[in-house]
């Protein structure tokens, strides 16, 4: 019979506490989405390419869910403390009728194991399902078929998530047990909210708000201006000012809220304004802390999640391959790889093959071993010609010496990044052979240099060098057409003026990263060969998988056969994918975590905000009995309901998208976070602002639904509506 | 709006709680007027069905059989939207708890119920002034309940009970909760209020001192009424605090019998 109550009780609990399972639920699911991870496709798939990064990423999972476990505690904790809120007049009753305490909280405890077990049934099929969805669109995303897809069940992330959950769950049972165990009778009996109306003196209102806007506004001013002095310290300071200036500031608002109630006579008279204003600034007012801390939560979700959207542009836009032109790049002894490239099993996978011959070129070697070596380059005019090219500001550095070595960044102008390019490598610069360059062009569809006999271009890799466009760079060409006009020679190579030819279109020379140079010069197949550093030639296969199989399979399927066979062959090769992989590697090691931090902030904060109101609610039931004796309609009492509700969800949402807009304004600014694709960035903002927007109002649905309940179940009295 | 003769009829009221195994028959047959501009109070023992009998009237619980009719019009008949413009417009309320919402201010409480059926504010200022003068609550109209006392939360509450100008106030035991001296200051105001403005007022209670200011008393015993006592014309509330006293004493043999 005890065994039977225990049941019903759960039972009955689960049914009348939605919210109090769903959050359970949530809790269970958070955990298992984490732990199962290492099951997802994209990271299996990643596993070939990048196993240490992928195993290091893995490595700190730990942290991320001890994290998450640590939060979710608290709100494991909240949600049972509601719940048994809700229940301590039961308890109470019991207690009369003569049940010892002892018995009361195993019941409860036993309760709790019931409901913790369906909540564990019922959160690990939730977050298998979701992380099946996120494993499929991940991998449809970026995959285009190449990915294969793996059930991401995993025995060892349920085994774990039952442990987290369980450990989490029943720890704060008997907390709040114990506190139950010292509760007398009578206070479980009339347990009601605190009567005290505190409005405190307006004086005191306007200091908080005053000191809160201190605050805020300190914050903001780092995060705009100042956020990364100090290594990061600023960071720290903003955070703590933003999380004061946020507690501040909604305290003395819901105190002043009430202040104002009594000043707006005239507006607030109609139907249950004044009351609606009321529970709401009671709410407020009453619990200002657990709203500020909501608030804040909101602020760190939307930034968390604005830095994992803006990772997930920043790959789409390296994924459209602007610069990158070869599948793959193969190196070795030439006749070799010549033959294995030309052969039967591979010729249906090559396309545009190319020999790249690339070599640095001799420096004067008239000179001693000991002193440092010469360049047969000259190019002070260029030189000073890229110097006065450069803005005002940074010209002004240069010639006083203040930039010392260079950084390429997009940052800096045009022609300062051209002038550390050029500079750094000038001693012995990278020749390219016209002909290796002409086949390239070739395969883009670009006409072949011609290079007259004195006559060269640059190449600057486009992966490093930011570049606007990859046919032309204004400055450059500007200086350089003059120069043909004016016959000017701008730089001469071993005592020969060379006439540089302008505006040549750019690519990659290969498929990855086997050649990583700054700038190159393309010379004539002749000059080529009497420059180069017989040391440091060397020559690279590329080819690119043809067009028509692409157009067939797609480029992911062809290119993982192709790597087979290679692999099989034993040659030192490189492909595009290990491109793509590592770019799909930091993406998703810097969303994912971001993402599912952030999403579990809002979680959270939506929970704390949806439980406190059906507190506060559960509390002042009374009060909606006495509206409706004063003839208050119950269309009138949940619209009043409804407005409460969405007063307290943007009360702190306003102010944590004003502080997260100006959070992601700041990161911006300081290049913490960036939204290169333009295109990209409206469709991807508004799908994660929405599915923002849908997670708040399907929390606001459900409280106000759970409200509409409390309110229909008024008919205690039949008349009553 | 022309006064009925009888303002409030009662016929034949039952009310029956619970199914059949554990019925009880709260109210068996009650049948009363109530004229206009009356002080009626209806007196009995803890249990007798007051608190039943009011509620009926009140629209708060519907009778199982029986009428009750406000104005000649069946209100135990209304549906629910009929009610709710009865409610707190056309019927007052006053309760034991004095029923405050205790995050409301006074002046909030006591404007609530014209809030809420969208009466005009203009005209109600003026009432409002007047009714916290007469009720001496003109200080504490800003105050929430949790700090005013007990006897001005009830005053409050009368204020809130008459201020949209109702057909009929209902108080249940209004002085329960109250120390004599708020008790009796209470109910002066109630009487004079009866007396100045011809207020119809159905009070419940079991204090014969509270009852002693009503003009008639209706005594109600196991869900029917069993005896009747008028106030004389110009007799002392002394007077007929003394009378209630001594039927009380004849009836049960014992107060304690009937209180
Ligand atoms: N909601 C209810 N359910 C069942 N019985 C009730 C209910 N309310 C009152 N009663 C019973 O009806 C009878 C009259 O109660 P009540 O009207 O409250 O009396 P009084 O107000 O005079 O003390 C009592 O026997 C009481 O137990
Ligand atoms: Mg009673």
């Known amino acids: ?721 | 709006m022309v006064r009925h003769e009888k303002l409030l009829e009662v016929q034949d009221l039952q009310k029956n709680y619970g199914k059949k195994d554990n019925l009880t028959k709260a109210l068996r047959g009650i049948s009363f007027d109530a004229l206009s501009g009356e002080f009626l109070g209806i007196m009995g023992a803890s249990g007798s069905g007051k608190t039943t009998l009011l509620n009926c009237i009140a629209t708060i619980i519907k009778p199982t059989s029986g009428r009750v009719l406000l104005n000649g019009k069946n209100i135990s008949a209304f549906d629910s939207k009929d009610l709710a413009e009865y409610r707190g417009s056309r019927i007052g309320y006053l309760f034991q708890d004095f029923g405050l919402l205790d995050n409301l201010t006074g002046q909030e409480n006591i404007l609530l119920p014209l809030s809420i059926h969208g009466m005009d504010f203009a005209k109600a200022n003026a009432q409002l002034n007047e009714l916290a003068d007469f009720l001496e609550i003109t200080d504490i109209l800003d105050k929430f309940p949790s700090q005013m006392s007990g006897g001005q939360q009830q005053r409050v509450a009368a204020a809130r009970s008459l201020i949209s100008d109702p057909d009929i106030v209902l108080a249940d035991e209004p002085t329960g909760a109250l120390d004599t001296r708020s008790a009796k200051k209470l109910m002066n105001k109630l009487e004079s209020i009866n007396k100045s403005s011809k207020r119809t007022i159905l009070m419940v209670t079991h204090d014969p001192n509270a009852a002693s200011f009503c003009s008639r008393i209706l005594f109600i015993q196991d869900g029917i009424i069993f005896h009747e006592l008028r106030r004389k014309q110009g007799e002392a509330r002394e007077k007929f605090y003394e009378r209630i006293l001594q039927l009380l004493a004849q009836l049960g043999g014992g107060s304690a019998n009937v209180l």
Request: aromatic share 10%.
């Open chain 1, 1 to 721: 019979m005890f065994s039977r109550l225990i049941y019903r009780n759960a039972k009955r609990s689960r049914k009348e506490n939605l919210i109090y399972f769903a959050t359970l639920v949530t809790a269970v699911a958070s955990f298992y989405i984490i732990l199962s991870l290492g099951r997802q496709d994209v990271i299996l798939f990643l596993r070939e390419f990048e196993s240490d990064a992928i195993d290091k990423l893995l490595n700190q999972m730990p942290i991320v869910y001890g994290f998450a476990l640590f939060l979710l505690f608290f709100l494991i904790l909240f949600a049972n403390q509601y719940q048994l809120n809700r229940r301590s007049k039961e308890f109470g009753t019991y207690l009369i009728l003569g049940m010892r305490k002892e018995r009361l909280i195993l019941q409860l405890l036993a309760e709790g194991l019931i409901t913790s077990i369906l909540a564990l049934i019922g959160g690990i099929l939730i977050g298998g399902f979701l992380a099946e969805m996120i494993s499929l669109t991940v991998s449809k995303l970026v995959g285009q078929g190449i990915i294969g897809h793996h059930i991401s069940l995993s025995i060892g992330a349920i085994i774990l998530t039952i442990i987290g959950f369980l450990s989490i769950q029943c720890i704060a049972l008997i907390i709040l047990g114990g506190r139950l165990f010292t509760q007398e009778v009578h206070q479980m009996l009339y347990e009601e909210m605190d009567k005290k109306q505190d409005m405190g003196h307006i004086k005191g209102n306007l200091l908080h708000i005053l000191i809160g806007s201190i605050f805020l506004a300190a914050a903001y001013w780092i995060v705009l201006y100042r956020f990364i002095d100090f290594g990061g310290l600023f960071m720290a300071v903003a955070f703590i000012c933003g999380s004061l200036g946020t507690l501040f500031f909604i305290r003395g608002f819901g105190k002043l809220l009430g202040l104002l109630t009594n000043l707006s006579e005239k507006k607030s008279t109609k139907g249950l304004h004044r009351f609606t204003l009321r529970q709401f600034q009671e709410n407020i007012a009453n619990r200002s802390t657990s709203v500020a801390v909501t608030s804040i939560l909101i602020t760190l979700s939307i930034i968390l999640i604005a830095n994992g959207a803006s990772t997930i542009i920043g790959f789409e836009s390296s994924f459209t391959r602007t610069s990158s032109l070869y599948d793959f790049t193969v190196s070795g002894n030439d006749e070799e790889v010549e033959q294995f490239l030309t052969s039967g099993k591979m010729t249906a996978y090559v396309e545009d093959l190319n020999r790249l011959e690339i070599g640095r070129m001799k420096t004067e070697d008239e000179l001693g071993e000991d002193v440092l070596p010469v360049s047969l380059v000259e190019w002070s005019t260029l030189r000073d010609q890229l110097i006065k090219a450069t803005p005002k500001s940074e010209q002004e550095d240069f010639l006083s010496g203040k930039i010392q070595g260079y950084t390429i960044s997009d940052e800096n102008s045009e022609a300062l990044n051209l002038l550390g390019t050029l500079e750094t490598g000038i001693t012995s610069p990278y020749l390219i052979a016209e002909t290796s360059y002409n086949r390239l062009l070739e395969a883009i569809g670009e006409k072949p240099l011609n290079l007259a006999e004195s006559e060269m271009a640059f190449y600057f890799n486009p992966d490093l060098l930011p570049m606007d466009e990859l046919d032309n760079m204004p400055v450059l060409d500007t200086i350089l057409e003059k120069a043909e006009n004016e016959g000017e020679t701008l730089l001469s190579i071993a005592n020969q003026a060379m006439s540089i030819r302008s505006s040549v279109p750019i690519r990659g020379l290969v498929a990855d990263r086997s050649i990583e140079i700054f700038s190159a010069f393309i010379v004539p197949d002749s000059m080529f060969d009497q420059l180069v550093n017989e040391g440091t030639y060397a020559t690279y296969w590329n080819f690119r998988i043809p067009k028509k199989l692409q157009d067939q399979q797609g480029l992911m399927s062809p290119m993982m056969e192709a790597r087979d066979i290679l692999m099989a062959s034993g040659l030192e090769f490189e492909s595009y994918l290990q491109n793509f992989g590592r770019q799909l590697f930091y993406v998703v090691a810097g969303s994912y975590t971001t993402l599912y931090m952030g999403f579990l902030f809002l979680i959270i904060a939506c929970t704390i905000l949806a439980l406190q109101f059906l507190t506060q609610m559960k509390q002042t039931r009374d009060r909606y009995v006495t509206l409706s004796l004063l003839g208050a309609k119950r269309q009138q009492m949940k619209k009043s309901m409804h407005r409460q509700v969405l007063c307290i969800f943007l009360l702190p949402m306003s102010l944590a998208c004003i502080s997260g807009v100006i959070g992601i304004r700041g990161m911006i600014s300081f290049a913490m976070l960036y939204f290169e694709n333009e295109v990209l960035l409206y469709p991807i903002a508004f799908s994660f602002a929405a599915v923002v927007m849908v997670i708040v109002v399907i929390y606001g649905v459900a409280v106000s639904r759970a409200a509409d309940h409390e309110i229909d179940k008024l008919n205690w009295k039949p008349h009553i509506d």
